[in-house]
């Protein structure tokens, strides 16, 4: 029986077991694959995604627990005013060094930028200690959050 | 013929117009080693588009050292375009073509430094010459920029995609006759450029090499067994067969037991998911019996045990270290440790294959291509040459993807299966339980100081892995380690013992655990010296000189080491006190030589009373020759490579074997730094060398290790000599 998904703001159809969790659903059903596998256990946050704008890992996600909920993936997270921001801050700064990881990390930080417009190191920390970046770009991430936030604060005082 | 007219006669340059007035450079140059003898060829792919846009072809694997933008901008700058002109595509694996496409030993900056700008200072003469002909001036009366040519007498000028005709014509020139520009018209080299691929990234693009997607394709698992050269006895597949969606299960042989045998059945099913699902319904009976006695505890007992006797096998003798240590007025021992470690790469082994009418192709994301077309032509019996490799972007290197065990894998899978394409994922566990580990090893030392506090006999005791004059992979030492060059008593000797354990490079593989064990044994030599770190070591170093070549090792300039450890003891203001109480926040240092690259560094690290250990800061100077190429990037993989040192020493990492097994199974086990343990600052800073540029990829790892834990016993008096560092409540 197909159940339906939204994702990206589009509405897909899928007939899989519900059990099948929502990463690889993205990756071998709908054909997004820049949501990535990492360790299958919710432990590196390569998987990341927003339900509803909250921040999940996909691995950890069966299709089951989705339900109506909107799913957003770094295909599209430049739909989301602070997203736009934190891709625009990674480029900027050229955060990637392999990249396996950025896309979990971005989901993570926009979500982060959600919450806490002016996020301070330790918010930075609490939010983003569950991604890791194998390769440690981690100083230019947490730099780049800070310049995100601060084009996000600007675009709503304009 | 001597070696210079053999490199001559295999360098040549073909220029063709291709469809849609495209121009295409094949560049081809003979490659030299060091000592000037003819090592290989190598392509450079020049493409100039009618819209005048470039495109350069990219050879090396991208592993996140920033190669993919690094060598394409030497041939940019010389070829005169603007690097906005430019786009990247990724060749083909194909070294016959190429020349040598490995990452690794960060080996492609010395390699490529040279032909890569030969290759566009070329094609730009040729489009010179084509302007020169067309306007009857004479080539040095033109000048290049952003793709243009100009005459300024006349203020003619032209593109180069509407010379792209003509210069198709040219005759090409020798490469020895092509000017290259002088350092101080350099645009593009030395300028900071973002990686090429980063746009891609942040917009989720499919660019690794498990975001591979074909027509028809399927996935595979693979069951492989725990115990490293076990085989399969015998198996039952009948239950995983039933689980709908479920296609074969093929038995294959992972590259690591003899041919014949078979130690892994590969599940492939319509979904990875459904694959994984089906492998625990295996049944598998597995022939251990030979493995199960080889475990970390017996490892470290039989170290132990070899350290109170004499080593086995000699790694180098020179002058008489006994009457040196009889001799000496102070003697300094400890003993050293460090255990296996994974590579952990965040993008697990994968590798997609189609096997079709006798071809096989694979889209394999590896460091060494060249390695696997072999391996893998071996393994099936077929000609190498039948093999097309698709490489792709990789999520982390760091040494694992040297071996192509998972080409092997996916190329057996896929020859059971003709006509589908075939993608094999390993699940986090399969990659950290069957990896090839960076090996332990356990060091006995001792030092003898003269009177004035010089070292004048070191001798060390190396319980490494594998036989005399074979030691497994990664796990020799060599007989170059710093200070042997330069003490004048030395004995490096070895134990060997037996593993089934399969070991492999792990980034700045040796001097990883090298540069622990002796950087900070002489930091306990310079304190009984009564000196400073940096004291001792420049002390020990004198005067500026070459040492001498041993074997294929870069040559150790003194003049270059003392150079960055000034620069280090300016940078962070050291200044050389040892404390006088342990205050719980300590400062150390550390210095190493690997790579070609010469670093130092400083570290400020805190201990809390429970004893956890946090890093503060750390200061980084560099010497990696007369260029950094894309200072951007090299800034980035010097910090990147000091968190990696950080976390072989504070968060835990050690692979632990049990009854032939690896224990560790995911990143709850085998930790990896995350944002919250990684030091707010690492502040880097590059000394040039009129030397040519060298790698950036791994010499700034090993010092930060000792530079840690002399740090930690500044802070707390407790001297740690076994990674990880585990300090006691202070």
């Known amino acids: 029986m197909a159940i339906t998904l939204t994702v990206n703001r589009k509405h897909y159809a899928v007939s899989v077991d519900p059990e099948k969790p929502l990463l690889w659903i993205l990756r071998e059903d709908l054909r997004l694959p820049g949501t990535k596998f990492g360790c299958g256990a919710g432990l590196c946050g390569a998987c990341t995604v927003l339900l509803d704008g909250q921040a999940v890992r996909s691995c950890q996600t069966p299709l089951s627990a989705v339900g109506a909920a909107k799913v957003t993936t770094i295909e599209d997270i430049r739909s989301v005013p602070a997203g736009k921001h934190v891709v625009e801050a990674w480029i900027d700064l050229d955060v990637p060094q392999c990249g396996y990881c950025q896309a979990g990390q971005i989901m993570s930080a926009t979500w982060l930028l959600g919450q806490t417009p002016d996020p301070q190191d330790a918010d930075i920390d609490a939010a983003m200690s569950g991604n890791i970046c194998r390769c440690s770009t981690y100083l230019r991430i947490r730099k780049a959050i800070k310049q995100a936030a601060a084009a996000t604060q600007a675009d709503k005082a304009a | ?730």
């Open chain 2, 1 to 730: 013929m001597n070696a210079a007219d053999a490199i001559s006669r295999r360098s040549f340059l073909s220029a063709s117009l291709l469809a849609g007035a495209a121009l295409a450079f094949h560049v081809r140059l003979a490659l030299a080693a060091e000592n000037g003898a003819p090592v290989g060829t190598l392509t450079a792919f020049v493409r100039i588009n009618p819209d005048n846009s470039v495109v350069i072809g990219a050879k090396n694997p991208e592993i996140g050292q920033g190669v993919k933008t690094m060598l394409p901008m030497l041939i940019a700058e010389e070829l005169d375009v603007d690097w906005e002109q430019v786009r990247i595509e990724q060749t083909l694996a194909d070294d016959k073509i190429y020349g040598p496409q490995s990452a690794g030993g960060s080996r492609a900056t010395p390699v490529n430094w040279l032909p890569m700008r030969q290759a566009g200072a070329a094609a730009r003469a040729m489009l010179v010459s084509a302007a020169a002909t067309q306007w009857g001036v004479k080539p040095d009366a033109l000048i290049t920029s952003g793709g243009m040519v100009r005459h300024a007498a006349s203020g003619r000028s032209a593109s180069y995609a509407s010379l792209a005709p003509a210069a198709a014509a040219v005759p090409p020139p020798a490469f020895e006759t092509v000017p290259l520009k002088p350092d101080s018209a350099f645009r593009i080299i030395g300028t900071p450029r973002r990686g090429v691929d980063t746009p891609a990234i942040v917009r989720g693009a499919p660019l690794f090499g498990i975001d591979t997607d074909l027509p028809n394709m399927v996935y595979a698992a693979l069951e492989t067994c725990p115990v490293f050269q076990g085989v399969i006895k015998s198996h039952d597949d009948a239950a995983a067969l039933a689980v709908k969606g479920v296609i074969a299960v093929v038995p294959i042989n992972s590259g690591i037991v003899p041919k014949g045998q078979k130690d892994a059945l590969a599940i492939v099913a319509d979904s990875w998911w459904t694959a994984q699902k089906a492998r625990a319904l295996l049944k598998v009976e597995w022939d251990l019996a030979a493995q199960r006695h080889f475990s970390t505890a017996g490892y470290e007992k039989a170290a132990v045990s070899s350290l109170s006797g004499a080593p086995q096998s000699d790694i180098l003798r020179k002058g008489d270290v006994a009457a040196g240590l009889a001799g000496a007025v102070k003697t300094v021992s400890a003993r050293y440790d460090y255990p296996f470690l994974a590579h952990a790469t965040l993008e697990p082994q994968n590798c997609t294959g189609l096997f079709d009418q006798d071809r096989l192709t694979l889209w394999a994301p590896s460091q060494a291509p060249t390695g696997g077309r072999k391996q893998v032509a071996d393994m099936l019996g077929i000609a190498p040459e039948s093999l097309i490799i698709h490489l792709t972007r990789i999520g982390g290197g760091f040494g694992r993807r040297l071996m192509s065990d998972y080409m092997v894998q996916v190329a057996q899978i896929a020859r059971a299966l003709p006509g589908r394409p075939v993608k094999m994922i390993y699940s986090r566990a399969d990659d950290i339980r069957h990896d090839f580990y960076r090996p332990a090893g356990w060091h006995g030392l001792t030092a003898g100081l003269d009177k004035d506090g010089a070292i004048v006999a070191l001798k060390d005791h190396f319980v490494t892995f594998g036989a005399p004059d074979a030691p497994v992979r990664a796990a020799e030492m060599e007989a170059t380690e710093f200070p042997a060059q330069i003490v004048p008593n030395i004995h490096f000797g070895a134990s060997w013992l037996q593993t089934n354990l399969s070991t492999g490079w792990l980034r700045a593989p040796t001097s990883n655990a090298m540069a622990f064990v002796f950087q900070s044994f002489l930091d306990e030599v310079a304190l009984a010296a009564g000196v400073d770190l940096p004291t001792l070591i420049l002390r020990t170093l004198g005067e500026d000189r070459l040492l001498p070549q041993v074997g294929r090792a870069p040559q150790f300039n003194t003049g270059r080491a003392r150079k960055v450890i000034e620069e280090a003891r300016r940078f962070a203001a050291w200044d050389g006190k040892r404390p006088d109480r342990w205050t719980g926040i300590g400062r150390g240092f550390g210095f190493y030589f690997s790579h070609a690259g010469y670093f130092a560094e400083v570290v400020d690290a805190t201990v809390s009373k429970s004893g956890q250990i946090k890093v503060d800061k750390v200061w980084v100077v560099g010497d990696i020759g007369s260029h950094v190429i894309n200072p951007l990037n090299a800034e980035h993989q010097a910090q990147g490579s000091v968190i990696d040192g950080l976390a072989q020493a504070i968060i835990g990492q050690k692979i632990d074997q049990v009854d032939g097994a690896v224990v560790q199974e995911n990143f709850d086990g085998f930790p990896l730094m995350r944002i919250d343990s990684a030091p707010p600052e690492v502040a880097v800073r590059f000394v040039t060398s009129p030397y040519p540029p060298t790698g950036i990829g791994e010499p700034a790892l090993p010092p930060v290790i000792p530079a840690l834990a002399n740090a930690i016993y500044a802070a707390t008096g407790q001297r740690l000599r076994s990674l990880p560092l585990r300090t006691a409540a202070v």
